[in-house]
């Protein structure tokens, strides 16, 4: 299957700041990119739908200023975690499909944020 | 909006017995079916999907099994090993959204 990359694996950070999570489509070119965010023992939630070139999609009740989504181009999509809070603790995942007829979605290994 | 139920919500066996979780879901307009296994700290593998034009898809040791008039779909593997012991999601696509299953922990015994 084809290969999503995500950087940073972990992170900690303190609260207030900022932080930015990169997710890469290796092998395709992802005409959509997902993020999610998934509690303990939880199933995956999603957060924004992102296609490239255009604003992200969010889902109700996530805060677009909070997660900011960038899809600058069809490998590449970054979440930031903006005056990051110990509450936004989680496991976030990106997610990459391919355009035109692609059904396969394919995640990311995540990104363990932990704000203190 | 769609809603997908997964059972069971644990699962032990005996290495090399089957394993089958089944999902439920609403929305008739769903056409894609994925299932994702996710292992401690990582993200979820895409190991099978079928989509709602087929029955049955099988590869190795999974399956997949869909009926769209139940509106129902199910995961079987067979001669399960140590390794198989993750936890599994299924998922539905209704337009660009994949819609996740609340996830079966499965465990196999050596």
């Known amino acids: 299957g084809a290969v999503v990359s995500q950087h940073p694996s972990r992170v900690i950070c303190k609260s207030g700041t900022s932080v930015k999570i990169e997710c890469r489509s290796l092998?395709?070119?992802?005409?959509?990119m997902f993020w999610y965010r998934q509690f303990p023992k939880k199933s995956l939630m999603l957060m924004a739908t992102?296609?490239?070139?255009?604003?992200?999609?969010?889902e109700q009740g996530v805060e677009k200023d909070k997660f900011l989504i960038n899809h600058a181009s069809l490998t590449l999509s970054t979440l930031t975690v903006t005056s990051a809070h110990p509450e936004d603790s989680s496991f976030y995942i990106c997610?990459?499909?391919?355009?035109?007829?692609?059904?396969?979605?394919?995640f990311g290994p995540g990104t363990r944020l932990t704000v203190t | 909006g769609e809603n997908v139920e997964q059972h069971p919500s644990t699962l032990s066996v005996q290495e090399g017995d089957s394993a089958v979780i089944k999902c439920t879901y609403s929305?008739?307009?769903?056409?894609?079916f994925p299932w994702y296994k996710q292992e401690l700290g990582k993200g979820p593998q895409l190991i099978i999907d079928i989509r709602s034009n087929v029955g049955e898809k099988k590869d190795q040791r999974i399956a997949v099994t869909l009926n769209k008039t139940a509106k129902h779909f199910s995961l079987h593997i067979t001669e399960t090993q140590p390794e198989d012991s993750a936890v599994y999601f299924c998922?539905?696509?209704?337009?660009?959204?994949?819609?996740f299953g609340t996830g079966t922990r499965l465990l196999v015994s050596p």
């Open positions: 997610s990459a499909r391919g355009g035109g007829m692609a059904y396969e979605q394919y």
């Open positions: 998922a539905t696509r209704t337009f660009q959204k994949l819609v």
């Open positions: 929305d008739s307009a769903s056409n894609y």
């Open positions: 092998d395709f070119q992802a005409t959509t």
């Open positions: 992102s296609n490239e070139g255009s604003k992200a999609t969010y």
